[in-house]
């Protein structure tokens, strides 16, 4: 059974003055059997999260935002992947606003998640259409073309072992309110795993947990959490609210305990 994840993204919140605590106080609210929890906060905010967490919480795990796609060099103001050992255990590549910020391609995505998997850590892939090419009918084929370039030089059984997760963010939905319904996103979630079969994944992608994101609150977790193909959320603005991250573990932690995770 794949595990249910909920993945919070901080984006650019919090200081280092105060994340250690609202990592803590969220921890506190959302200690639910069976749900795997990981907190996303800015890179200068790593250390102290990771410190508040390791006496509060040491389970629920420390992820960054984004890493470089070079080992090292004259590159200023990044972050390589060595450089988040023992800091962070995730990374988020590939995130609709480094994309849109950032000028990221797929083949630099795909980069990054080589460094990610060489440096030992776990990486969530995020991918999703722009309005208008879901209005034409193209999300599909937008999605499958981003997996294509993020993951064509990558062994599977490399990113399979590296627990590699997928996180589907159509990008009008992200930060807007508006999201997608849990029917469209579990379809989206059976097309990127057809897409991993094609790319030669033995498993036609069925290990890999395919989590949705976008505008994702405690209201609505339980329409995507009901979709057999969704194993978790990607949140950002619901996941600075300790109250609003309560409600969305405790219904993932329905679905952990009907997959038989919660033991
Ligand atoms: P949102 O962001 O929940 O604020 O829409 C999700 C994300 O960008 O990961």
Redesign the pocket.
Known sequence: MRDVIV?A?W?MHTTPADAGDLAVTIAARTRVAGVTRVICPPFVCLAGVRDALATADPEVAVGAQNVHHELAGAHTGEIAAPMLVGLATWV?VG???RRRDAGETDAIIGRKLGRVVDAGLRPIL?VGEQLAEREDGRAVAVVEDQLRGALADHEPERLAAAGMVI?Y?PVW?????R?ATGADAAAMAEAIRAALAGLGWSDGGDGVPVLY?????SVNIGEFLSEASIDG???????LKPDEMAGIVARAGLTAAARGLAA
């Open positions: 993945a993204n984006k988020i995130h609709s606003e995020c996180a963010e939905a992200i930060g807007t309110g999201n994101g976008g505008s994702v609150t959320a990607l949140v950002g603005g619901a996941s």
